[in-house]
T-cell receptor, first 112, second 117 residues
């Protein structure tokens, strides 16, 4: 069965600093996509970034970037220049056919 | 364009009553998903629709839960004889599904917060 593991239930970072959220996954697929979603207190789930497994280049979206290690099945999210608005739950997900397999989430706290 | 909408945004009901939650997906999205999220927890998959059919109902927690989708668009999740443990946020998401050929990124609605008293 495919699984996604987020081993950090909670992380905190000083405003303007950099933080990395970890995610590992297990899949038998050779071609797949990985996602990071953000859920702020408003509870609206928002797609942050996605990575295509067959692309070796790490995806980047402004202050958000990933470190994708396919052999290690690792997909971490780096947030640079953390802002107060980045405070949220972050979920990692891997697509499996028609579904997304979700991690348990990491709560990110931004210290002003 | 319009995103996924859900109604009501909040619902308070008495134990034993039936409730209906509605989801309006993004136009053209053939896949629709229902999730349940308890306070501070992750996403619990409930059911997946491709068009009007539900090939995967494996997440429905009991026979009190049912869902339907008509016209390949709007979906309703019905909970009969609600219990206090049903209290949670119910999230709906849609995606291009099989027609899209991947990636199957999902777009979420704002959720319905259900409170059973």
């Amino acid at each position: 069965a495919q699984t996604v593991t987020q081993s950090q239930p909670e992380m905190s970072v000083q405003e303007a600093e950099t933080v990395t959220l970890s995610c590992t996954y297990d899949t038998s697929e050779s071609d797949y996509y990985l996602f990071w979603y953000k859920q702020p207190p408003s509870r609206q789930m928002i797609l942050v970034i996605r990575q295509e497994a067959y692309k070796q280049q790490n995806a980047t979206e402004n202050r958000f970037s990933v470190n994708f290690q396919k052999a290690a099945k690792s997909f971490s999210l780096k947030i640079s220049d953390s802002q107060l608005g980045d405070a949220a739950m972050y979920f990692c997900a891997c697509d499996s056919n028609y579904q997304l397999i979700w991690g348990a989430g990491t709560k990110l706290i931004i210290k002003p | 364009g319009a995103g996924v909408s859900q109604s009501p945004s909040n619902k308070v009901t008495e134990k034993g009553k039936d409730v209906e939650l509605r989801c309006d997906p993004i136009s053209g999205h053939t896949a629709l998903y229902w999730y349940r999220q308890s306070l501070g927890q992750g996403l619990e998959f409930l059911i997946y629709f491709q068009g009007n059919s539900a090939p995967d109902k494996s997440g429905l927690p009991s026979d009190r839960f049912s869902a339907e989708r008509t016209g390949g668009s709007v979906s309703t999740l019905t909970i009969q004889r609600t219990q206090q443990e049903d209290s949670a946020v119910y999230l709906c998401a849609s995606s291009l599904g099989l027609a899209g050929g991947g990636p199957y990124e999902q777009y979420f609605g704002p959720g319905t917060r259900l409170t059973v008293t």
